[in-house]
């Protein structure tokens, strides 16, 4: 592993984000910055842990649990986001270690993770996802459905709270603006519509990866998700 690379892709992609937030006349440091270490082995997650990364995310149990026990063992305090599908059987092990969950894609998976919590006695943050681009590869809800899974999430939340949706940039990458521009709307009536529900009764966004950053920060993203433009060249990639 090159800390040296580690630490300096770290710093750029920081100011990347801090030059989209003046750009898109943004407060500096209003977009919280993801880094996602799915690509490279616990080694490297805790380095970049120790440059500041104060949260970490994953989207995979198995390599999930290793990180989180990893981090534990070396007595770093990160803050561990769950981005990947969610299995019903894999509920508590994420939630023992994860305080964010970016993937709530059905009512069923919620009703779980509700009830795992509470016998676990512990909480967290929750998104649902959406499917804004309609791609039917996706996982997550469709924006026309929210109404109804709102109302169904309402008598559910207890452990969980409800931070906002979570929304993913399409293959296509000419349609970008215009889902990002969808799911800014979205997050920006969510909170009328379902009262009392969300978090502060505001609906973040979480959205935006490496390659479309600059363009979800403009469209109000509240949360990136920044993995692969942190460990080009850094090596320790994970098996």
Known sequence: MDGQRLRTNYRQQLERLRAAERAAGRAEGSVTFLPVTKSVRPEVALALAREGATALAENRAPA?????????????????????????????????????????????????????????????????????????????FLPEELDEVLEGARPLLSRLRLAGIMVMGPLERSRTAVVFEEAQQLAEQLPRRAPGLFEGDRCALSMGMSGDLELAVACGSDLVRVGSALFEGVGGAAA
Do not use: M
């Not at 990160?78 to 894999?90: A, L």
């Not at 092990?93 to 016998?119: C, K, M, N, P, Y």
């Open 64 to 140: 999930f649990q290793e990180k989180v026990e990893a981090a534990a063992g070396a007595g770093l305090p990160i803050e561990w986001h769950f981005i990947g599908s969610i299995q019903r059987n894999k509920a508590r092990r994420i939630l023992r270690g994860a305080r964010v969950l970016h993937s709530i894609d059905s009512l069923r998976l919620l009703e779980t993770l509700e009830r795992v919590a509470a016998e676990e006695e512990l909480e967290a943050a929750a998104y649902l996802e959406v499917r804004v681009g309609r791609e039917e590869q996706k996982h997550g």
